[in-house]
């Protein structure tokens, strides 16, 4: 099949929610002509309601003029069902995070949509191979994440499966230009780069709570730093409720000690800034996070009923953690071969987790700190810490030979 096959120009989007909103938007701010599915007609109607206030907001801001607003607005269109768009290049799923969902669509979809065209998914952690094997053309699948609000962040992560074929890839990329996206390529693992290095940064930032730390130390040491927001902040503001819910419908995963807050805070009715309270309380009709003392008497009797004897925890220890938990995973997706360079990880952490730009992301972080350095520091984690702190073997190597991740 020749490259030319893969020309994108008529896409639809599967998935009328907040994420499939901002996609279709992307798409036609790039001029795509965009069908539009859900099979919730209400909901799909909301939602084109929704984008043309979008850009009506934009033209009094004075960002587009109105006839582009009209010619944007033009390109997307809703359809019936499925079998609607069977003719377009290429469909992106946006529904709800459920393997079994994504592949009972995927499947009808390839029976419905002509040979040459692609199926991309916006899962931000499923198995896109999964996906694929649903369908008879795993070389035309691939995960396309998008970041939230997708039409204004930069990032977009392309996710090549294990057949995804190198045509479509360099067409995913394309079409991620005339986006304007920072378009960066992720093998298949679970969270791909992005969210697959947030778990351990998370983690550390939940284990801290438990051990003495409050929400909102966490958050200034990191901002402090000069992240965007701390881990509580981001969690606020994506919605608490988001993961408590995944646990639930899973029915497994609610014991962990380091989610305990999480649950409590969420059994309360705290999913963060859209219920006006989670980690923080905000006053109505604000995004201003305020510290809330009910919060930190929540996360003392959490960690005092789990048997924890608490500590006082600084700036610098917050920020060793949680940055080599980072840094450490880093690592391992760079020897797995999950990213093709440290600046490719670089490059996620700068355009979708807010990781601030003058230390040019956490790998170009820990070059600046120098390898061994980070490698001993490891070391003295793992010591106290335990197993999950051993450093990554590629950081031993490139210690050894006085690299760092730019030289690898």
Same mark, same amino acid.
């Given at each position: 099949?020749?490259?030319?096959?893969?020309?994108?120009?008529?896409?639809?989007?599967?998935?009328?929610?907040?994420?499939?909103?901002?996609?279709?938007?992307?798409?036609?701010?790039?001029?795509?002509?965009?069908?539009?599915?859900?099979?919730?007609?209400?909901?799909?109607?909301?939602?084109?309601?929704?984008?043309?206030?979008?850009?009506?907001?934009?033209?009094?801001?004075?960002?587009?003029?109105?006839?582009?607003?009209?010619?944007?607005?033009?390109?997307?269109?809703?359809?019936?069902?499925?079998?609607?768009?069977?003719?377009v290049d290429l469909v992106i799923e946006a529904v709800?995070?459920?393997?079994?969902?994504?592949?009972?669509?995927?499947?009808?979809?390839?029976?419905?949509?002509?040979?040459?065209?692609?199926?991309?998914?916006?899962?931000?952690?499923?198995?896109?191979?999964?996906?694929?094997?649903?369908?008879?053309?795993?070389?035309?699948?691939?995960?396309?994440?998008?970041?939230?609000?997708?039409?204004?962040?930069?990032?977009?992560?392309?996710?090549?499966?294990?057949?995804?074929?190198?045509?479509?890839?360099?067409?995913?990329?394309?079409?991620?230009?005339?986006?304007?996206?920072?378009?960066?390529?992720?093998?298949?693992?679970?969270?791909? $780069?992005?969210? *697959?290095? /947030?778990?351990?940064? !998370?983690? %550390?930032?939940? &284990?801290? #709570?438990? =051990? @003495?730390?409050?929400?909102?130390?966490?958050?200034?040491?990191?901002?402090?730093?000069?992240?965007?927001?701390?881990?509580?902040?981001?969690?606020?503001?994506?919605?608490?409720?988001?993961?408590?819910?995944?646990?639930?419908?899973?029915?497994?995963?609610?014991?962990?000690?380091?989610?305990?807050?999480?649950?409590?805070?969420?059994?309360?009715?705290?999913?963060?800034?859209?219920?006006?309270?989670?980690?923080?309380?905000?006053?109505?009709?604000?995004?201003?996070?305020?510290?809330?003392?009910?919060?930190?008497?929540?996360?003392?009797?959490?960690?005092?009923?789990?048997?924890?004897?608490?500590?006082?925890?600084?700036?610098?220890? $917050?920020?060793? *953690?949680? /940055?080599?938990?980072? !840094?450490? %995973?880093?690592? &391992?997706? #760079?020897? =797995? @071969?999950?990213?093709?360079?440290?600046?490719?990880?670089?490059?996620?952490?700068?355009?979708?987790?807010?990781?601030?730009?003058?230390?040019?992301?956490?790998?170009?972080?820990?070059?600046?700190?120098?390898?061994?350095?980070?490698?001993?520091?490891?070391?003295?984690?793992?010591?106290?810490?335990?197993?999950?702190?051993?450093?990554?073997?590629?950081?031993?190597?490139?210690?050894?030979?006085?690299?760092?991740?730019?030289?690898?």
């Open positions: 099949m020749s490259q030319t096959s893969f020309e994108i120009r008529q896409a639809a989007v599967v998935g009328a929610g907040t994420m499939g909103r901002g996609i279709v938007m992307c798409l036609a701010n790039a001029g795509v002509t965009v069908q539009w599915v859900d099979n919730n007609p209400q909901m799909l109607e909301q939602a084109l309601a929704a984008v043309a206030d979008t850009y009506a907001h934009n033209v009094r801001q004075g960002r587009i003029e109105q006839a582009e607003a009209d010619v944007r607005l033009a390109r997307i269109t809703s359809a019936a069902d499925c079998i609607a768009i069977r003719n709800y995070e459920n393997l079994e969902l994504k592949q009972k669509l995927f499947r009808e979809l390839d029976g419905l949509l002509k040979p040459e065209a692609l199926l991309a998914s916006n899962t931000s952690a499923l198995d896109i191979d999964a996906i694929a094997a649903a369908t008879r053309r795993p070389a035309q699948v691939l995960g396309l994440h998008f970041f939230s609000p997708a039409h204004i962040m930069k990032l977009l992560e392309i996710v090549r499966g294990a057949q995804t074929s190198p045509a479509v890839l360099e067409a995913a990329l394309a079409l991620g230009t005339r986006m304007g996206k920072v378009s960066v390529v992720s093998g298949n693992c679970h969270g791909f $780069i992005g969210n *697959r290095m /947030l778990h351990p940064y !998370v983690l %550390e930032a939940r &284990k801290m #709570l438990l =051990e @003495g730390a409050y929400p909102q130390q966490v958050d200034a040491a990191l901002q402090g730093f000069g992240f965007a927001m701390g881990p509580f902040r981001m969690y606020d503001v994506v919605g608490i409720d988001l993961e408590w819910r995944a646990r639930e419908l899973a029915g497994k995963g609610q014991d962990a000690p380091e989610i305990q807050v999480d649950n409590r805070l969420c059994e309360l009715g705290r999913f963060g800034q859209k219920s006006g309270s989670g980690y923080y309380r905000y006053e109505p009709g604000s995004r201003q996070a305020e510290h809330d003392p009910e919060v930190d008497a929540l996360v003392l009797e959490v960690s005092e009923r789990l048997g924890f004897h608490r500590r006082v925890i600084g700036p610098e220890e $917050i920020l060793e *953690r949680c /940055l080599l938990a980072l !840094v450490n %995973e880093g690592a &391992k997706i #760079l020897q =797995e @071969g999950i990213a093709g360079s440290a600046h490719d990880i670089d490059l996620v952490y700068l355009n979708g987790y807010g990781f601030p730009a003058d230390k040019g992301g956490p790998m170009a972080w820990a070059d600046s700190q120098g390898l061994a350095d980070i490698h001993q520091r490891l070391l003295a984690l793992e010591t106290r810490q335990g197993d999950q702190w051993k450093p990554a073997r590629l950081i031993g190597e490139l210690a050894a030979q006085g690299k760092g991740f730019a030289d690898d």
